[in-house]
């Protein structure tokens, strides 16, 4: 379930209303939120509507990871009727529906784990695959499973850092996520 708490307080000639979304499911939900007000004052972010506004239509729609809440406000001109921010609809999102959630945490949760598997299976030499030479520096440190070596180890190092690159992408470009 998705909830709307919301207030209202006038400052300079204008009223500032601010909301808060609460999704308390264990899914992502698409809310969206409307005003009666007219004209609507959406925050902007280099002169345009941000968080999915559209001031003619007086909505916007955000996407709610599980758990999440997320703020929302705008300011106007007029003394608003109450509720002046009304949660008008919630639906789950199409595009994580059996798929990822559109978050630096549900990037990473659909990678899976992150550790090397506990036993590594070798090929002999009877060309099923390549075979691990006897000779390879094996890790002796304890930071991974026996029989993984060091140059394994160091190569899963660098693809979690490459994974935790890209999550701070997309987490940049959704916003600041949760």
Request: proline share 10%; glycine share 12%.
């Amino acid at each position: 379930m998705v909830r709307l708490d919301a207030r209202t307080r006038r400052v300079g000639g204008l009223t500032l209303v601010e909301g808060r979304l609460r999704n308390d499911e264990n899914r992502p939900v698409r809310a969206t939120v409307e005003t009666p007000c007219s004209p609507v004052y959406p925050p902007q972010s280099g002169g345009r509507p941000v968080q999915g506004w559209r001031p003619s239509e007086g909505r916007t729609r955000l996407l709610l990871a599980a758990d999440q809440r997320v703020g929302v406000g705008f300011a106007t001109p007029v003394a608003p009727e109450e509720p002046a921010l009304r949660l008008v609809a919630t639906e789950r999102d199409p595009a994580t529906d059996g798929g990822i959630v559109a978050t630096p945490g549900g990037v990473v949760d659909a990678l899976g784990d992150p550790l090397p598997p506990a036993v590594v299976e070798r090929h002999g030499a009877s060309g099923s695959g390549p075979a691990a030479s006897d000779s390879e520096e094996r890790d002796t440190r304890g930071d991974g499973p026996s029989g993984v070596t060091r140059a394994e180890v160091r190569r899963l190092r660098r693809v979690a850092e490459s994974v935790a690159a890209r999550a701070a992408t997309v987490e940049r470009r959704l916003g600041g996520g949760r």
